[in-house]
């Protein structure tokens, strides 16, 4: 079946470093893939979707420069979060697509705390 | 713009009752595909039920939902609530436009089911 591993599970950082996670798709070719937060208390907020071979295109209020992502395959992706303050708590999910309409497989999550 | 409204942020029944959870959306598009995903804490997202066919009854595990293009809602329903239905669910739209896949997800509905 399709999965989709997401590491770290939990990550805690000092406030102005950075934080790095990565989604591995298994069983399925992931042309696509979103990455998303969960704030607390809010729903989930897309940051950016990748699409191999095409720009990634990163959401309002969210930059290349603050989340860089990395998508150099169909079974891999990366997201950083640079100079992690406290608005960067949450929840991170990575969302794997396989080409054409469809559902999302979803990573378990990097939860994000920073101190 | 684009959106996915789900009403209730919580919702809590008695086990045994019936489960409504309401979700309407918004897109210029007219092929949009729905999906539900529920959420246990600690686990990842998984897909419940997805659908683009207008008028077309989806089951899965109890529950059913049925896309209305017409009033442009998603409704989630299962007969009989279980102890294990606790958990958030999510409705979602996914869109494939000219200018780029689109995913938005409602703000989520805690269900509570108590005995």
């Known amino acids: 079946g399709a999965l989709v591993y997401q590491y770290p599970r939990r990550t805690i950082c000092k406030s102005g470093t950075s934080m790095r996670m990565e989604c591995q798709a298994v069983?399925?070719?992931?042309?696509?893939v979103a990455w998303y937060r969960q704030s607390p208390q809010k729903t989930f907020e897309l940051i950016a979707l990748?699409?191999?071979?095409?720009?990634?295109?990163?959401e309002q209020n969210f930059t290349q420069e603050k989340f860089p992502i990395s998508h150099p395959n169909l079974s891999f992706s990366s997201m950083t979060v640079l100079n992690a303050y406290l608005e960067d708590r949450g929840l991170y999910l990575c969302?794997?697509?396989?080409?054409?309409?469809?559902?999302?497989?979803f990573g378990e999550g990097s939860k994000l705390t920073v101190l | 713009g684009d959106s996915v409204t789900q009403t209730e942020g919580l919702v809590t029944l008695t086990e045994g009752l019936p489960v409504m959870l309401n979700c309407t959306y918004q897109?210029?598009?007219?092929?949009?595909?729905l999906f539900w995903y529920v959420h246990y804490l600690n686990e990842s997202p998984r897909l419940l039920l997805k659908?683009?066919?207008?008028?077309k009854r989806t089951e899965h595990q109890g529950f059913h939902a049925t896309l209305h293009k017409s009033s442009s809602s998603f409704h989630l329903q299962k007969s009989s609530a279980q102890l294990s239905d606790s958990a958030l669910y999510y409705c979602?739209?996914?869109?494939?436009?000219?200018?780029?896949?689109?995913?938005?997800f409602g703000t989520g509905t805690l269900l509570s089911v108590k005995p």
């Open positions: 659908s683009s066919t207008d008028n």
């Open positions: 897109t210029i598009y007219s092929n949009p595909f």
């Open positions: 969302g794997a697509r396989a080409t054409g309409p469809g559902q999302l497989y």
């Open positions: 990748s699409t191999v071979n095409s720009a990634i295109k990163y």
């Open positions: 069983g399925f070719q992931a042309t696509s």
């Open positions: 979602a739209l996914i869109f494939y436009g000219g200018s780029g896949n689109k995913l938005i």
